[in-house]
C-alpha cells in the first residue's frame, strides 16, 4: 500500500512563497509520476504540476512561470515551489502519485493541505 504525506500548506499574503513537500511510502513504482493536483471550493480538482520518473514537468497555465516542482534525487519525494501566489491560488493541495504496470493502473492520493492567500 502507498502513502503519501504532504506538508507546508499554511496562510501566505499575496505575492509570497511556500514550498510544499510530499514523501510517499510503500512500493512505488519507478516509472512512477508525482505531482500535485488543487481544489478550491465549488470547482473541481485540477492538476496543478506533474513530473515524470524521467524529469518531464506539465503545469497548469495559470501557474507556470511562477510554480516550480521537483522530486527527490533519492528518495520518492515531490516538492512544489510556489512563488508570487494570488489570491486564486487559494485551495486545498492534494499529492498525487501513479502508474501502469501490465494492464493495472494505480492511482494514490494524500490527505490535502490547505493553501490559503490574502492580505
Known amino acids: 500500500q502507498v502513502q503519501l504525506q504532504e506538508s507546508g500548506g499554511g496562510l501566505v499574503q499575496p505575492g509570497g512563497s511556500l514550498k510544499l513537500s510530499c514523501k510517499a511510502s510503500?512500493?512505488?513504482?519507478?516509472?512512477?509520476?508525482m505531482g500535485w493536483y488543487r481544489q478550491a471550493p465549488g470547482k473541481q480538482r485540477e492538476l496543478v504540476a506533474s513530473?515524470?520518473?524521467?524529469?518531464?514537468?506539465n503545469y497548469a497555465e495559470s501557474v507556470k512561470g511562477r510554480f516550480d516542482i521537483s522530486r527527490g534525487k533519492w528518495e520518492p519525494t515531490v516538492y512544489l515551489e510556489m512563488n508570487n501566489l494570488k489570491p486564486e491560488d487559494t485551495a486545498v493541495y492534494y499529492c498525487?502519485?501513479?502508474?501502469?504496470?501490465?494492464?493495472?493502473?494505480?492511482?494514490?492520493w494524500g490527505q490535502g493541505t490547505q493553501v490559503t492567500v490574502s492580505s
Open positions: 513530473m515524470s520518473s524521467g524529469g518531464s514537468t
Open positions: 498525487n502519485t501513479n502508474w501502469v504496470s501490465g494492464p493495472y493502473e494505480y492511482d494514490y
Open positions: 510503500g512500493n512505488i513504482f519507478s516509472s512512477a509520476v
